[in-house]
Each structure stands twice: as structure tokens, then as C-alpha cells.
């Protein structure tokens, strides 16, 4: 399988690209950059054999069956349908795309053509979540009453650029974080929010865009989810919980890219430490992609947990923006 890179971006090159080359017979042959310069020394950074500014000259390379796109997100939708077209399996980073009706489009157009569409969400891939669903799925905390995420992070300085300033090429928290939450709790419960009420704000990075949010979602089983996602916070924990009628799931330092934390259970009985694997959660994502690609299964998030995520986090924006209640609208899928 080898792999066209669309977008010279840091998430491919910290994590992604390791995570491609860790399957065997996969090889990365080409990346796509607008700047010709910036591609080829990324490209050469990076051990890559080609460079191109042209998407339509990279997809016509007959050493490329798939893509992983990880432009900014308004390039997403018209370069995976590009990709789709000619034939490409695609791996695209979250969010999907600027609007829902994009989304759809773009998974709708990977069925027709008949190739594998995966979305990047991470986090359902490390060992400390596959435990809390596991925990939450046997039924070791009894009925599930609530959730908490607790995603309020600092903005690396290198990541204070468009994230922060540039609602057109689909800056803001709720793009970038909360779309990862709503993932991660649909995962975990195995169900679709269907309400959520939400405030916004920025408190010191956000230019044009927010930087922080705090959102209320309604799930169709009644369990209520509080999620609160941040570029400004520097001292404060991710972490992640669920209470139920027998006990409660604790996790700590649990929303990241790394394959650590901390997870336990409390119940009548005390606390009880969670053991849990710490694999690399990308390596994971891709070794699942690599089964769907052969037929033997799905990858870890598909197209339509693209289309949810972005359907809840544009839910939660749109709250955010008018103050009212707003229905998620997942575009009829
Ligand atoms: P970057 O800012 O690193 O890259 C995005 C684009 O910016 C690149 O495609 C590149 O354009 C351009 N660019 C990169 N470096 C420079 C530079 N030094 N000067 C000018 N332009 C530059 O973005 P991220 O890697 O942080 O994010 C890319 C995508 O991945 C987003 O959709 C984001 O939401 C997602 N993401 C997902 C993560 C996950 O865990 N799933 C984690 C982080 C990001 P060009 O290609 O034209 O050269």
C-alpha cells in the first residue's frame, strides 16, 4: 500500500507518518504541499521520494492507492472528493469538513466508488478508553447517569496559527477539540447526542474565533454529558468520567495524543486501579485501516463518525452562537 501525503502538515509529520510506515508494506511516496519549497524540504525531512504542488498530478501517480489528508479543514472536502474520484482509499483528518452537507458528500462519494473512508479521531484508539468501554459495556458501574470530559488544554506555540485566528480555514476550539469529544463520548456509549446547549468564549488566544466552550448534550437513553474544551488553560487536567448507579470511572490526562493516564473505579467497595495497554494510538488506527483496506473489517472511525462528530461539534457552535437549544442535525444518516 503506498501513500500520497495531502498536506505538509505537522500532525503528519510528528505522528502520522510513523504510524503509516509501522504497517508492513506500506510505504509513504509522495506528499502534496501549495508551497513547492516547503513540500520538498518537508519531503526531505521526512524520507519521502516526491513532492508536488499539483493534487491532480500527485493522484495521478501509480504509487499511490490512498491518501491521508491533513491540509487545513476547508481544503478537506474538495481534496478527498478529488482523491475519491480517482480511485484513492482516504484517511482524512477531523474535522471532515466546514459544513455537514460536505461530510455526507464526501462519505457518500467513498460508497459509490467503492474505497475505504476513515476519519482521524485518535482517542478511541488508546488503551485507557478501549478499558473505560470495555468497564462501561460489562456493566461495572451499573447505568450510566453522566459523563464529564474535561478537555481544556494550552495551545502549543507552535499550534498558535490559524487554530487561533482563522474561522475560514476552520480555526476555533470546537473545530479542533470538541469535535474529538463527541467522538470520544459516541464511542463510549455507543449512542448519537441529540440536544446540546452551549457557551462560548475567547479568554486570550481566540482572534475571530473561540477558544474555549463549555457544552450540556442530551443523549437518547436520558444520560446527561457536561463537556468543556480550551486553548487557555495551562494547569488544568483532560480527564474524562462516567457515573453510574454501581460506581463511577475516573480518568485523568486521558484526552491526548500520548499513550498514557490514569484510570480507576469508585464504588461501594473503594477505588480500584485500571491497568491498560500503551500501545501508540495511531499505529492502532492504522492497522485497522490497513484490515478495512483488505476487507477484513472497518477502520477504527469510519465516514459517518466523521459526519457525527462534525454534526455534534456544528450543534454545539450554532448553541454557542444563539444561546438557544439546538438539535443536532446529522443531515439524515
Ligand atoms: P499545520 O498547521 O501543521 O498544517 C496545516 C497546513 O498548514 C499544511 O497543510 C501546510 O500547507 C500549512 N503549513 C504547515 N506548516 C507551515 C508553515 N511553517 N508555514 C506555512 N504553512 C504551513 O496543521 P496541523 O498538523 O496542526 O493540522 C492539520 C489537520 O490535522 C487539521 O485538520 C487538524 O484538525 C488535524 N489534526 C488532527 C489531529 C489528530 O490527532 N487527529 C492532531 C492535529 C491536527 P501545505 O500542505 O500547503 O504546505
Same mark, same amino acid.
Given at each position: 500500500?503506498?501513500?500520497?501525503?495531502?498536506?505538509?502538515?505537522?500532525?503528519?509529520?510528528?505522528?502520522?507518518?510513523?504510524?503509516?510506515?509501522?504497517?508492513?508494506?506500506?510505504?509513504?511516496?509522495?506528499?502534496?504541499?501549495?508551497?513547492?519549497?516547503?513540500?520538498?524540504?518537508?519531503?526531505?525531512?521526512?524520507?519521502?521520494?516526491?513532492?508536488?504542488?499539483?493534487?491532480?498530478?500527485?493522484?495521478?501517480?501509480?504509487?499511490?492507492?490512498?491518501?491521508?489528508?491533513?491540509?487545513?479543514?476547508?481544503?478537506?472536502?474538495?481534496?478527498?472528493?478529488?482523491?475519491?474520484?480517482?480511485?484513492?482509499?482516504?484517511?482524512?483528518?477531523? =474535522?471532515?469538513?466546514?459544513?455537514?452537507?460536505?461530510?455526507?458528500?464526501?462519505?457518500?462519494?467513498?460508497?459509490?466508488?467503492?474505497?475505504?473512508?476513515?476519519?482521524? +479521531?485518535?482517542?478511541?484508539?488508546?488503551?485507557?478508553?478501549?478499558?473505560?468501554?470495555?468497564?462501561?459495556?460489562?456493566?461495572?458501574?451499573?447505568?450510566?447517569?453522566?459523563?464529564?470530559?474535561?478537555?481544556?488544554?494550552?495551545?502549543?506555540?507552535?499550534?498558535?496559527?490559524?487554530?487561533?485566528?482563522? =474561522?475560514?480555514?476552520?480555526?476555533?476550539?470546537?473545530?479542533?477539540?470538541?469535535?474529538?469529544?463527541?467522538?470520544? *463520548?459516541?464511542?463510549?456509549?455507543?449512542?448519537?447526542?441529540?440536544? #446540546?446547549?452551549?457557551?462560548?468564549?475567547?479568554?486570550?488566544?481566540?482572534?475571530? *474565533?473561540?477558544?474555549?466552550?463549555?457544552?450540556?448534550?442530551?443523549?437518547?437513553?436520558?444520560?446527561? *454529558?457536561?463537556?468543556?474544551?480550551?486553548?487557555?488553560?495551562?494547569?488544568?487536567?483532560?480527564?474524562?468520567?462516567? +457515573?453510574?448507579?454501581?460506581?463511577?470511572?475516573?480518568?485523568?490526562?486521558?484526552?491526548?495524543?500520548?499513550?498514557?493516564?490514569?484510570?480507576?473505579?469508585?464504588?461501594?467497595?473503594?477505588? +480500584?486501579?485500571?491497568?491498560?495497554?500503551? +500501545?501508540?494510538?495511531? *499505529?492502532?488506527?492504522?492497522?485497522?485501516?490497513?484490515?478495512?483496506?483488505?476487507?477484513?473489517?472497518?477502520?477504527?472511525?469510519?465516514?459517518?463518525?466523521?459526519?457525527?462528530?462534525?454534526? #455534534?461539534?456544528?450543534?454545539?457552535?450554532?448553541?454557542?452562537?444563539?444561546?438557544?437549544?439546538?438539535?443536532?442535525?446529522?443531515?439524515?444518516?
Amino acid at each position: 500500500m503506498h501513500w500520497g501525503l495531502i498536506g505538509a502538515s505537522r500532525i503528519a509529520a510528528g505522528h502520522m507518518i510513523a504510524a503509516l510506515r509501522a504497517q508492513s508494506g506500506w510505504k509513504v511516496t509522495s506528499v502534496l504541499s501549495s508551497d513547492s519549497a516547503r513540500g520538498a524540504v518537508f519531503a526531505q525531512d521526512n524520507d519521502i521520494a516526491s513532492s508536488f504542488t499539483d493534487l491532480d498530478a500527485l493522484l495521478a501517480q501509480s504509487d499511490v492507492d490512498a491518501v491521508y489528508i491533513s491540509t487545513t479543514n476547508e481544503k478537506h472536502h474538495a481534496q478527498a472528493l478529488a482523491a475519491i474520484a480517482a480511485g484513492k482509499h482516504v484517511l482524512c483528518e477531523k =474535522p471532515l469538513a466546514m459544513t455537514l452537507e460536505e461530510a455526507v458528500e464526501m462519505v457518500q462519494a467513498a460508497r459509490d466508488k467503492r474505497v475505504i473512508f476513515a476519519t482521524n +479521531h485518535h482517542l478511541r484508539n488508546a488503551g485507557s478508553h478501549l478499558a473505560i468501554r470495555d468497564l462501561i459495556r460489562s456493566g461495572r458501574i451499573g447505568t450510566v447517569l453522566s459523563a464529564r470530559v474535561f478537555h481544556a488544554v494550552s495551545l502549543p506555540e507552535q499550534l498558535r496559527g490559524w487554530r487561533i485566528d482563522n =474561522p475560514a480555514a476552520g480555526g476555533g476550539v470546537i473545530p479542533d477539540i470538541a469535535v474529538h469529544d463527541a467522538d470520544t *463520548v459516541r464511542f463510549h456509549l455507543g449512542e448519537d447526542p441529540v440536544e #446540546v446547549v452551549a457557551q462560548s468564549a475567547a479568554s486570550g488566544l481566540g482572534r475571530g *474565533v473561540e477558544d474555549s466552550v463549555m457544552s450540556v448534550w442530551k443523549m437518547p437513553s436520558g444520560v446527561m *454529558v457536561q463537556a468543556h474544551e480550551s486553548f487557555t488553560h495551562r494547569f488544568a487536567a483532560t480527564g474524562i468520567e462516567f +457515573h453510574g448507579t454501581d460506581g463511577s470511572i475516573y480518568a485523568r490526562n486521558v484526552m491526548t495524543q500520548q499513550p498514557v493516564g490514569e484510570v480507576w473505579v469508585e464504588d461501594a467497595q473503594g477505588r +480500584h486501579e485500571v491497568t491498560f495497554d500503551t +500501545h501508540d494510538l495511531y *499505529v492502532r488506527s492504522m492497522s485497522l485501516m490497513d484490515d478495512a483496506i483488505r476487507g477484513e473489517g472497518r477502520p477504527s472511525a469510519d465516514g459517518m463518525d466523521g459526519v457525527k462528530s462534525l454534526a #455534534v461539534a456544528l450543534a454545539i457552535k450554532a448553541a454557542a452562537d444563539s444561546g438557544a437549544a439546538v438539535r443536532v442535525d446529522y443531515g439524515g444518516v
